[in-house]
């Protein structure tokens, strides 16, 4: 594909997502009113003059027509294929603090947490184009994804900038009842492959309806999680989109259920009847609430600048530019299996700077609740500037340098040789 000549970078990637830019300010063209750019590259064909004109046939091109500043002759392209490792992964932890690094190039997402009991904290850190590059992108997809921890993550004192998808997101994940062995024991499939790791005994799993998403029980584990093998599964499992399809629950074709964990829940107390397989959704209570992003620097992605989709998220003085805007929720959360299911409650907005971010640049589901926006500026133009005090140098500092040694004392003189007496007189 154009212009790369490594076919086989393409042919294993999900998909290729293509951006025009601005060859003066090196900022993507969009629509503003759009979340994300979405245009993907379909093929490419050469048309001679050595290689230096292409062809390119992308989907969604018809978004281009309506850009605020339309595709020029010497517009610089990027073609970036996904699927391929991320930079950074913090997997199965709790209360991990990184501080004072920096990711200049990610083949997929720049951090990426999952699973474990979370909490992690990162600080004074910098997902962008190193100084001086000629690189337009710093990652190929998401900035910084959590993605089922039990404590989302906290973000201070950082920037993350020209990402080929959202520059931050924090999600709680949902699990789907396909099995019931008893009033005490319930099966369910994990696509996220997250509860088996994250819950304990003694934390609450709540349960609700497939199709109005009411909530039906919630109770504490009597036991933590377990793999489970016995009623034909895990040989079941791969007819299960097709049966999911048939209850009226479509999923994303990127979601790999054939290798997804089946997963036995034990409950103290007996759950009520209307827990059936394929009509009841399940997650636990809480996972990824409570994630922050304080004093930090976000822009320039492709498409959101931050998502929320656990609870409890609290963003406070940050600086947004040129993005998709914040959003809290999603409305096609079952298409992902992600997000909370009653509904996102109590994130918080506060004197924050939103400058081309959309309209409206801050967008909450009809499913979220408790929602604070104070204090925030909302701006329709940007200016390019130079980072926020609170944030690193371009570089690593450089260690101080060794203090000088002391001085040497001076040498000690010896004593004066008295002279010598003279003879005495004869």
Aim: charged share 20%; hydrophobic share 40%.
């Amino acid at each position: 594909p154009m212009p790369s000549h490594r076919e086989e970078v393409f042919s294993k990637a999900r998909t290729a997502k293509v951006a025009f830019w601005d060859p003066s300010t090196r900022t993507m063209r969009r629509d503003l009113r759009e979340d994300a750019i979405n245009l993907f590259w379909e093929r490419s064909t050469a048309l001679g003059d050595e290689g230096r004109r292409w062809r390119v046939e992308l989907r969604g091109a018809r978004k281009v027509a309506s850009y605020s500043t339309p595709v020029s002759v010497g517009d610089l392209v990027t073609v970036a294929p996904i699927s391929y490792p991320h930079a950074l992964s913090v997997s199965g932890s709790e209360s991990v603090t990184l501080q004072a690094f920096h990711i200049y190039g990610a083949s997929s997402m720049g951090i990426v947490e999952a699973a474990g009991r979370g909490g992690n904290v990162y600080e004074n850190m910098r997902i962008g184009r190193r100084d001086g590059s000629s690189r337009l992108l710093s990652t190929n997809a998401d900035g910084l994804h959590s993605n089922g921890v039990m404590r989302g993550p906290t973000l201070r004192s950082s920037e993350i900038a020209f990402t080929g998808d959202d520059l931050f997101n924090v999600h709680n994940s949902i699990s789907v009842v396909i099995d019931r062995l008893s009033d005490t024991e319930i099966v369910v499939v994990d696509p996220k492959d997250i509860i088996f790791d994250v819950l304990k005994k003694g934390d609450e799993f709540a349960f609700y309806d497939v199709n109005s998403r009411a909530p039906i029980a919630t109770g504490p584990l009597s036991s933590p999680p377990l793999l489970f093998d016995g009623a034909g599964w895990p040989e079941r499992i791969g007819s299960l989109r097709a049966t999911l399809r048939r209850h009226n629950l479509a999923l994303a074709s990127s979601l790999s259920l054939a290798l997804s964990r089946v997963i036995l829940l034990q409950f103290k107390e007996s759950l009520p009847a209307a827990v059936q397989a394929f009509t009841t959704l399940g997650q636990g209570v809480g996972i990824g609430s409570g994630s922050s992003i304080s004093d930090s620097w976000l822009h320039d992605s492709y498409a959101r600048l931050a998502l929320a989709t656990a609870s409890d998220t609290r963003i406070e003085r940050v600086l947004f530019q040129r993005s998709g805007g914040v959003h809290i929720g999603i409305e096609d959360d079952l298409w992902w299996l992600e997000g909370d299911i009653a509904g996102v409650r109590n994130v918080q907005v506060v004197d924050s700077i939103l400058q081309e971010c959309g309209e409206p640049a801050v967008h909450a589901t009809r499913r979220a609740r408790d929602v604070v926006l104070h204090g925030n500026t909302i701006q329709r133009h940007s200016q390019q500037v130079p980072a926020p005090p609170f944030l690193l140098p371009p570089f690593p500092p450089v260690p101080p340098a060794m203090p000088p040694s002391p001085p040497a004392p001076p040498p000690l003189t010896p004593p004066s040789t008295p002279p010598p007496l003279a003879p005495p007189p004869l």
